[in-house]
């Protein structure tokens, strides 16, 4: 009996466990760069012991928020616009307004 790497997912056969560490593999290689670093922050601070648990305070906190890069589209006068979210400058002023940990 073989586990996948990746889902740990137990009881497979060889072939069973290459071919789900190749489409984990594939899944990760998809999800978006500008949401690796954030969300796995977020995910380490949540201190939840349920994987479930986790999941919801990774979407509590990342539905109503645009990340860095992200591509975001717009509609103006019923025309429809792509932009991406660029960094927004922190100036010395704004620190104590600022509550940024890692992400």
Known sequence: MWTCAYTG??????????????????????????LQRPLLCVASLTHRSRLI????????????????????????????????VIIKPVFPFDLIHAVTYCC
């Open 9 to 34: 997912r137990s009881g497979l056969t060889f072939e069973e466990a290459l071919d789900s560490e190749k489409k984990a593999k594939e899944q990760l290689e998809q999800f978006p760069r500008y």
């Open 53 to 84: 648990d986790m999941n919801d305070d990774v979407f509590l906190f990342a539905k109503d928020r645009y990340f860095v890069d992200e591509a975001v589209e717009v509609v103006i006068s019923s025309q429809r616009l792509v932009f991406r």
